[in-house]
């Protein structure tokens, strides 16, 4: 089946490619030289600063806005980024790729963050504060105005399945990275009590999400400050303790970015050389 100017749709494509359990499509995160090969650009790129596939998403997301998923083609979102359909393809199989990509944005950065913040000699609370600064960073920004996204008339319930997969893991990261602090702070017994209320700091991060409906940047600001420190009181860390922890959290989170830009400009290069 194809989608109404001879471009495949995301429900007649065949293709297995889709999303692993923690959200990401399975061309997200390809190492450079796999896959298919890139293909030249079409336009100049029109957005600079982002990877053509944050350009993909974001040219997705405002036509799946303004004239609904089901009107929308791939041949549309090509040409909104400046790129051949199969340069496109290079990055996500089909439309519903891209829209499990989108519905999951706000999850699966946190993931890849945690699985990174994890493999790091860290403080264990060091570590849980920067999950939880990252998370809000991404929730209150809604890069791809996925308000509007998430609330499009001709959406299924499947098509949200990966994303609530994606958020089970990051509650366990969450739970992990909790319990691991506790331990580290308190002796086994307060450890394990304090250990039952430790879901509040994967709630308190996901309450960020009604923020984006309403308030400016400064209310957002002030909500994300009040959701680090308060995840750190959940911990039972001591208040003059607080500045120092934030602090080093934002020292590995900058390392963490480092990380993400090269491994985005490696990603890249395939499609910028062609082939």
Not at 7 to 19: K, L, P
Not at 110 to 134: I, N, S
Not at 226 to 233: I, N, V, W
Request: negative net charge; aromatic residues 6%; contains cysteine.
């Amino acid at each position: 089946m194809t989608d109404g100017d001879g471009d495949m749709d995301a429900g007649g494509s065949g293709s297995t490619r889709g999303v692993a359990a923690d959200g990401r499509s399975s061309g997200e995160g390809r190492p450079s030289g796999e896959g298919r090969p890139g293909r030249p650009r079409s336009a100049p790129k029109r957005h600079n600063g982002l990877s053509t596939q944050e350009e993909i998403l974001q040219a997705a997301s405002r036509l799946f806005g303004e004239q609904g998923y089901a009107k929308t083609t791939t041949r549309q979102i090509a040409d909104a980024v400046g790129i051949k359909q199969s340069t496109m393809y290079y990055h996500f199989a089909d439309k519903r790729a891209i829209l499990v990509s989108l519905l999951s944005s706000t999850v699966t950065p946190a993931l890849e963050c945690a699985r990174w913040l994890g493999e790091q000699r860290l403080d264990p609370v060091v570590r849980l504060c920067a999950l939880v600064t990252f998370d809000l960073d991404t929730l209150l920004r809604d890069r791809h105005n996925l308000h509007v996204v998430y609330h499009l008339p001709d959406l299924e319930a499947d098509d949200f399945a990966p994303t609530r997969a994606a958020q089970t893991v990051l509650r366990d990261a969450y739970r992990d990275f909790s319990r691991a602090a506790l331990d580290h702070l308190h002796p086994p017994r307060e450890a394990a009590e304090l250990a039952e209320d430790m879901d509040l700091v994967f709630a308190l991060v996901e309450a960020s999400v009604s923020q984006r409906q309403w308030g400016g940047e400064e209310n957002r600001a002030r909500y994300a400050a009040s959701a680090q420190r308060g995840s750190l009181r959940l911990l039972g860390v001591p208040a003059t303790a607080v500045p120092d922890i934030l602090a080093d959290a934002e020292q590995a989170l900058a390392r963490y970015r480092a990380y993400r830009q090269e491994a985005e400009a490696e990603a890249e290069a395939p499609v910028r050389q062609g082939g």
